[in-house]
């Protein structure tokens, strides 16, 4: 049974595609342009971030409205990105990927919506390698369990050599890789919660990835469904857009806390269960934290008790709160 109770029949279904572009401007416009060009969904938030070279999309449409234009947006993503081009530049980000459009969730926030949720992910799936040529893998409840980071074990290179082993084979599309835009990875859901926590110093990236080991679900203070890793942090430049406009122009997110700094970069993936309070307690146990930050939108529960002295920069509670976002 879904652990969320409420039945709403009327809510849209959510989509939060993932690309692999966190610092061209123009391409992120272009590919939130592409979401939104037939006057379908509505794209709700954009949260593009320099480190781990990565826009999060978040757009809401009825089912049926949003295969269309995921297409499109994947579509622009493929002409106009070349994550091998990146790796050889050296400009890989700090966030794990396997393509330029690497993950394509379609969310549903209730119980009644899974099947359309389902269904949709379905048609997107398999537009995406029918029409684009890109290999798509199907993840969680679509593929019995199998998790993004099995997946991802490797990153572009590794995801492609298993493919030629015959390890894996593509749930749709071609059975190698696209020679720029490599793998997509799609799934049906309920809503998960990225959230950030950067430490302040002198804690180092070694800090970061022990206390990642200690939380995430099965480490030694493990909490439920959590997701985590840690990372260091160079420019520390996010930019979120304005969810009032269609595409509009990026502004500053977050303030900065230093040049160089440990994160741990996490997914909530039962975020009624889990909520970011008890994170943040389990961190404090082992680090000062210098500041949160939440990418995309989070269930209203996801903020029950928050810590008021932990700095959230850039976060709206009415654009990106879930609930108040959609108006219910």
């Known amino acids: 049974m879904s652990r969320l109770v409420q039945i709403m029949p009327d809510k849209p279904l959510l989509a939060v595609p993932n690309v692999s572009e ?12 592409a979401f939104t060009a037939a006057g379908t969904v509505r794209l709700i938030d954009v949260h593009s971030d320099v480190d781990h070279h990565r826009s999060v999309f978040t757009l809401a449409g009825a089912q049926g409205s949003l295969s269309g234009a995921l297409l499109a947006g994947a579509r622009t993503a493929v002409e106009r990105m070349n994550i091998g081009q990146d790796r050889d530049a050296g400009e890989i980000g700090v966030h794990p990927h396997v393509g330029a459009l690497d993950v394509m969730p379609l969310v549903y926030l209730d119980a009644a919506q899974r099947g359309a949720a389902c269904a949709e992910a379905l048609v997107v799936a398999f537009a995406l390698g029918e029409d684009l040529g890109v290999p798509v893998f199907l993840y969680g409840e ?10 991802r074990r490797g990153g572009v290179a590794g995801l492609a050599q298993r493919l030629s082993a015959g390890e894996l084979r593509s749930d749709f599309g071609p059975p190698r ?11 049906a859901r309920e809503p998960l919660v990225a ?25 030694a203070e493990g909490l439920p469904g959590l997701r985590a890793i840690g990372v260091l942090l160079s420019r520390r430049h996010r930019r979120r857009t304005d969810p009032k406009s269609p595409v509009p122009p990026a502004r500053a997110g977050g303030t900065p806390f230093g040049d160089v700094v440990a994160q741990l970069s996490m997914n909530v993936e039962r975020p009624l269960e889990l909520p970011l309070r008890a994170i943040v307690e389990a ?12 990418v995309g939108l989070a269930p209203r ?3 029950e008790d928050f810590p008021e002295e932990v700095p959230l920069p850039g976060f709206d509670p009415e654009a990106h709160v879930i609930e108040n976002a959609l108006g219910f």
Do not use: W, Y
């Open 22 to 33: 966190g610092r061209r401007q123009a391409t992120i416009d272009a590919i939130g342009q």
């Open 177 to 187: 890789m696209h020679p720029t835009a490599g793998a997509t990875l799609v799934a």
């Open 142 to 151: 679509l593929a019995q369990g199998r998790t993004r980071a099995e997946l």
């Open 283 to 294: 961190v404090r146990r082992h680090a000062e934290i210098a500041c949160a930050e939440l």
């Open 301 to 303: 529960a996801a903020f």
């Open 195 to 219: 959230f950030n926590l950067e430490l302040a110093a002198p804690a180092s990236v070694q800090d970061a990835k022990r206390i990642a080991s200690l939380i995430r679900e099965g480490g």
